[in-house]
């Protein structure tokens, strides 16, 4: 048994190493020589439980996707109101990024390389979130709650805005006084996420309903 969360701990201790330096470096700024030193471990250790970088990479990225679909999918299964599955959906995206700041970093970082280093069955992580997002605007408009959704636009109003939130935490601490308007300096994880969420909730509106 020892031995086995042995390398279960390992592992974990090379994917949340891998996670930070891809995040910071981008895959090609990252070698396996750097992960495991960082990670404190022989480089032969990465090769035997990963295979490659690319192996490596596709799990940091699959892990990623893993949990927060997981995490949206168990907190929105109790709802029964689209609003409300809008909601949860919107905040525990918003909290995940949030409490792991290189989830953004990262994804924002591989989106702005054209998504070349990105698995094509990584693919299928990211359409799993997407359909979830699809679904609940889907029923919002079965149910007049929701008029003329675009889930694509309003999936990247969502993430685009929370991965942006969250990298530019410093900025937003560096310039706040240096600006007259208020960059949401101050504002936490929760303020944010609500008022993210009812300004979607109003686009989605019907035109005699705003």
């Known amino acids: ?20 330096l891809f995040a910071k470096n981008g895959f090609d700024g990252v070698s396996v020589d ?5 990670a404190g471990i022989n480089k032969a250790m990465i090769y035997y439980y990963f295979k490659n970088k690319a192996k490596l990479y596709e799990t940091v990225i699959a892990d990623i996707l893993d949990k927060i679909y997981k995490k949206i999918n168990n907190d929105i299964k109790d709802e029964k109101r689209p609003k409300d ?8 995206f918003s909290k995940f990024a949030w409490e792991n700041p290189h ?5 924002l970082a591989e989106l702005g ?26 029923r919002g408009e079965k149910r007049g709650c929701f008029c003329n959704a675009k889930p694509i636009i309003v999936h ?6 929370i991965n942006l939130f969250v990298t530019t935490k410093e900025l937003r601490q560096r310039v706040a006084d240096e600006f007259k308007y208020d960059v949401c300096n101050e504002c936490n994880i929760e303020e944010f996420s609500l008022y ?3 300004k979607i909730v109003k686009m989605l509106k019907k035109e005699e309903d705003k």
Do not use: H, W
């Open 1 to 20: 048994m020892g031995s086995i969360r042995d390398s279960k701990r390992t592992q974990k201790s090379i994917v949340d190493t891998a996670m930070v």
């Open 34 to 38: 750097l992960i495991a030193k960082e």
């Open 85 to 92: 599955e809008l909601k949860i959906f919107i905040y525990t």
């Open 103 to 107: 989830l953004s970093s990262l994804m």
């Open 113 to 138: 390389n054209g998504a070349k280093n990105l698995p094509d069955d990584m693919f299928v992580g990211l359409k799993k979130i997407f359909a979830l997002l699809c679904d609940i605007l889907q």
């Open 156 to 161: 990247f109003m969502i993430t685009g805005a």
């Open 196 to 198: 993210l969420y009812n």
